[in-house]
């Protein structure tokens, strides 16, 4: 049975909702008000962290399928008001998803065999 990507998907969640309130942020410039645009993002810092150690473990053990999910998961996360921009990151989110996984798989996993 599979690990799933709980964790994984968690960390990632965190990290683009950071960026997503940076980026509303500055659209105006920075002003005090700015600072509620980052309770949503600062309430995920918890659940982003507390299984960071298993991270490892669940690309490890990932199917195709749930690197799929993942992948769908975090660019869904993305809301631009520029399309084109919003499209061309979801594509670097698709190719940077794919060199991580063949690094890993590449270097670590073959680096636990051996051991």
Avoid: C, H, R
């Avoid at 509303?24 to 005090?32: C, F």
């Avoid at 631009?80 to 690094?103: C, M, N, R, T, Y």
């Amino acid at each position: 049975m599979s690990l799933g990507t709980k964790e994984l998907d968690e960390l990632l969640s965190f990290i683009v909702s950071i960026g997503m309130a940076v980026n509303e942020a500055q659209k105006d410039g920075w002003d005090l008000m700015d600072a509620t645009k980052f309770v949503g993002p600062l309430s995920k810092v918890v659940p982003a962290f507390s299984g960071v150690s298993q991270i490892d473990d669940e690309i490890a053990d990932m199917t195709q399928e749930e690197y799929d999910a993942s992948i769908e998961k975090l660019k869904s996360q993305f809301d631009l008001s520029d399309d084109q921009l919003e499209a061309v990151i979801e594509k670097g989110v698709d190719k940077a998803g794919e060199f991580i996984l063949f690094l890993y798989q590449t270097f670590v996993a073959k680096e636990e065999e051996s051991e």
